[in-house]
C-alpha cells in the first residue's frame, strides 16, 4: 500500500518545523505551505542584516527550515506586508481582526499553489479555513491538528479579572468569535487530531457532535540533544514561554516572592518574549532572559536543576517535552498536557496554586536524592516523547486516515 501524501499548512515556526520535517522524512510529505521564513523574499533579503540583526529581524532569522527538499517548501511574505500595511491603515484592529486578515491572506496565496497531488490537508486550530474549503472541495482529506484546548479563551477570559493590567483584556471581546471560528473548522474537518488528553476533552465540551473526529497523536520532543543529559546547577530554576499568564508566569513570580527571603541564591530563569511584564513590580525576583536561540534554550535545559509551567492550558507543552527530553525535573499542571505521575516522573499542582509551587519548588531543592530519582524517571519518560518515537506515531496515524 503505498503511503499518503500530506500537504502542511503552517503559519511561523512551530515545533521548528518538524511535522513538515518528519512527513518528509517518511518519504509522505507533499509540500509545507507556510508564512514568511528565512527562506522568502524577506527573509533572504534580512540574512544581510544578520550581524547587527535583533528583535523582528532575528526571530525570521530563527524561521529556518531544515531537512525539507527546497522545492517543497512555499513560503510568502504576504501576511507579513499585510500586517505592516494594516499597522498603517487600520491603527485600532484588534489581534483577532489581525489574526483572521492574515489567515484569509495566506490561503488566497495557498489556493493559488495548488494542492500537489496531496492526499490529505493538514493544519492547525481554525487557520486557513478558506484554503481548507478549497482542498475539501476537491475530494481532499481534511486533518485539523488541534493544538491547544478550544475552551482556552474562556479559561483566560475567566482569569482576566484575577490579573488586571496584565494584557488579559483581550479575551472578553474574542471568545465567542474564537469558539465559532474553531466550531466551523471543526466542521470541516474529516480528523480532529487532538496532542492531548486535555485537548480531546475540550473539543468534545465544545463540539460534542464531532466527538467521533477525535484522535490522540502526542507531540514529542523537536530538540535533538545528541546523547547529552542534563547536568544541573542546584537552585537555577527555569521556565520557558512567551504566553505569560496562560503559561502561569504570576504564578510562579509569586511563589519567587515566598522563596527568595529564605533561599536567595535560587536563580528563577524566564526564557522567552514577555513584553510588558519585565517591569511589573511582582516580577522582581525573576531573571529575564529574553527570547533565545535554539541551541542556547538547549543548553539551558540541560543546565537547569527544575523545569515549571504552572500552565493553565496547553495543547501538549513543547516546552515540558524538552525539558523532559533534557532529563530535567518538572513541575507542572495537568493542562500541560503530559502524562505525568505525579511524584514519580514529575510533580503535577493545581493551576493558579503559587503555594503549592513554592513548596515543590523548596522540596526538590532541599532533597537532592528526590530530585536525582525524578529526573532518572523523567528520562525514561522523555523516551516516549523523542523526535523518533513522535515520527512513528504521527506516521502511522496519517497512515491510517489515508488508507
Known amino acids: 500500500m503505498s503511503k499518503p501524501k500530506v500537504l502542511v499548512c503552517q503559519h511561523g515556526a512551530r515545533h521548528r518545523y518538524a511535522i513538515p520535517r518528519m512527513l518528509e522524512e517518511a518519504g509522505m510529505l507533499a509540500a509545507l505551505y507556510t508564512d514568511s521564513s528565512a527562506h522568502s523574499v524577506v527573509g533572504r533579503a534580512a540574512r544581510l542584516l544578520a550581524p547587527v540583526a535583533n528583535g523582528p529581524v532575528h526571530r525570521l532569522l530563527q524561521r529556518r527550515i531544515e531537512g525539507i527538499a527546497r522545492e517543497k517548501v512555499f513560503s510568502s511574505d504576504h501576511p507579513l506586508l499585510s500586517d505592516l500595511a494594516a499597522s498603517l491603515l487600520h491603527p485600532g484592529q484588534t489581534a ?25 490537508v493538514y493544519a492547525q486550530n481554525d487557520e486557513d479555513y478558506d484554503f481548507l474549503r478549497y482542498a ?24 482576566a479579572q484575577d490579573y488586571p493590567g496584565w494584557g488579559l ?41 464531532y466527538a467521533d473526529k477525535v484522535r ?11 546523547g547529552r543529559v542534563n547536568r544541573p546547577v542546584p537552585g537555577r530554576i527555569l521556565f520557558a514561554g512567551g504566553d505569560a499568564v496562560r503559561k502561569g508566569l504570576p504564578v510562579l513570580a509569586e511563589a519567587a516572592g515566598r522563596l527568595k527571603p529564605k533561599y536567595p541564591e535560587l536563580d528563577f530563569r524566564v ?8 517591569e511589573r513590580p511582582e516580577c522582581r525576583h525573576l531573571h529575564f532572559l529574553g527570547k533565545l536561540s535554539w541551541e542556547r534554550m538547549k543548553e539551558e535545559y540541560l543546565a537547569a536543576d527544575v523545569f515549571v509551567l504552572p500552565t493553565y492550558s496547553e495543547g501538549l507543552a513543547g516546552v515540558v517535552v524538552e525539558a523532559l527530553a533534557a532529563g530535567c525535573p518538572v513541575i507542572t499542571t495537568r493542562r500541560a498536557g503530559i502524562e505525568i505521575t505525579s511524584m514519580v516522573d514529575g510533580i503535577l499542582i493545581e493551576p493558579g496554586d503559587p503555594d503549592a509551587l513554592a513548596g515543590t519548588i523548596e522540596q526538590l531543592y532541599r532533597d537532592r536524592p528526590l530530585r536525582t530519582r525524578l529526573a532518572d524517571n523523567t528520562r525514561r519518560l522523555g523516551r516516549d516523547y523523542t523526535p523518533d518515537a513522535w515520527r512513528n506515531r504521527l506516521s502511522e496515524v496519517l497512515n491510517t486516515i489515508g488508507a
Open 216 to 226: 490522540i497523536c502526542p507531540y514529542g520532543s523537536s530538540i535533538d540533544y545528541g
Open 96 to 120: 483577532l481582526d489581525a489574526y483572521q486578515r492574515r489567515h484569509r491572506v495566506l490561503s488566497r496565496r495557498m489556493i493559488r499553489w495548488g494542492l500537489h497531488d496531496a492526499d490529505i
Open 136 to 159: 475539501k472541495d476537491a475530494g481532499k482529506t481534511i486533518v485539523i491538528d488541534v493544538n491547544i484546548n478550544p475552551l482556552t479563551h474562556r479559561i483566560m477570559e475567566a482569569l
Open 271 to 278: 526564557a522567552g518574549l514577555v513584553a510588558g511584564i519585565v
Open 169 to 209: 483584556e483581550r479575551y472578553k471581546s474574542t471568545c465567542e468569535s474564537a469558539e465559532a471560528a474553531f466550531k466551523r473548522s471543526a466542521a470541516l474537518a474529516d480528523v480532529l487530531l487532538c496532542p492531548s488528553q486535555w485537548v480531546a476533552e475540550g473539543v468534545k465540551e465544545l463540539t460534542p457532535e
